[in-house]
């Protein structure tokens, strides 16, 4: 993924300030568009470190290979600062210097005022403002022996108080199980092998929860067209405001990429507390579900649970590829109650109720560990990866795909 130190170059060639009123609005705008481009802040949380196996308990230790495709970032702190105080500076310069040419008015008033957004949005990125504004990212995942899978999504501000607009933003959970499912598809049955199981990729529907900027359904899709393969996502949010973005990164994602065998993608309304009003083709049909990032009140859990038992199809007779929940949650320590009830809600495989027919359990717990971000040398972010699926008190489904 693009960080800020690659703007380092950039910022330190902008023009020289005193030849801000030179400049015409035609590159005004194409130095704005170089600096949005190059200021791609790293999502906090995303480099794993280690991958370690938690339930069922290991008898190897548990630890999983990680595979970089960032290596560790040289120390660029200083230069960061450096370039950061100079892209300031000029967007200082510039903003007083576009409001006297709007004074002036002319043919270009709609241009200018566009320009004097941007420039203001830009300075209040590199400042550091919780009002900074759209940011447009671009991620790459992959495998270094796979091709690389783009993506691109626009953050947009919070909504102070509403916990409903967390989605606006892009968050680590997604960017970590993004990366799982791109580096490891055999795991979430969407190897190219797999599409000759009994039930086929093809036919395969997928639900995220909570997509927020729709990171992981996206990531899914772009990995299904460079692999020629096909399926039906839906990427679901509740707040209108996040839809709509949400709607923007699909348009934006699905206009670049060429072809025609494109897999289905759409943005869809979930209400969790009231899943009976959502579209009527996922009710019992869907085999792969996935969430980041998506528990932040005890009551969470149990509205997923609600819609897992209503979506995620039960389990087929002689079906190697089973219907599976991955789930990744960060073990804040503002958090941990919430991220409790998820073994609450879902018991342990086995500490199954005993009830007779299909009950949902946690098949496997992993704990990732991520370096906080690449300027905090001893900061570190964990997330509980979890997977959950249908057991059956006499038939005792195994859960082949997701171990």
Known sequence: MTAFYS?????????????IPLLTVGEIKGILTHLRD???PPVRGTRVVSHRKIFP???DGGLEPTVHLRPPLPDTKHQQQFSRKNACDWLTTLIPHLQKRLLKGGDDVDALETLLDDAAALLAIFAGTASAGKLIRTFTFGHPLSPLVHVQVTDIPLENQDYTTLGAQTWGGAHVLAEMIIQNPHRFGLHPEQASSSRSIGELKILELGAGTGLVSLAVYRYLVSRGLRATIYSTDFNSLILDNLAHNISINKQTIPGSRDPKISCEPLDWSNPDATNPDLFNSVDLVLGADVIYEELHARWIRTCLEKFMRQPRPGSVHQPVFHLVIPLRPTHNFESSTIERVFPLRSETSGQH???????????????????????????AYYTIGWECKTSQTTHSNAS
């Not at 703007?7 to 030849?19: A, F, G, H, I, N």
């Not at 027919?357 to 001893?378: N, R």
């Open 57 to 59: 308990p290991p008898s």
């Open 38 to 40: 190059a200021y791609n």
């Open 357 to 383: 027919g299909w009950e949902l359990v946690v098949f496997s717990k992993d704990s990732v560990i991520c370096e906080a971000s690449d300027d905090e040398t001893d900061g570190q972010v964990e997330y």
């Open 7 to 19: 703007s380092v170059t950039y910022s330190d060639q902008l023009p020289e300030r005193t030849r």
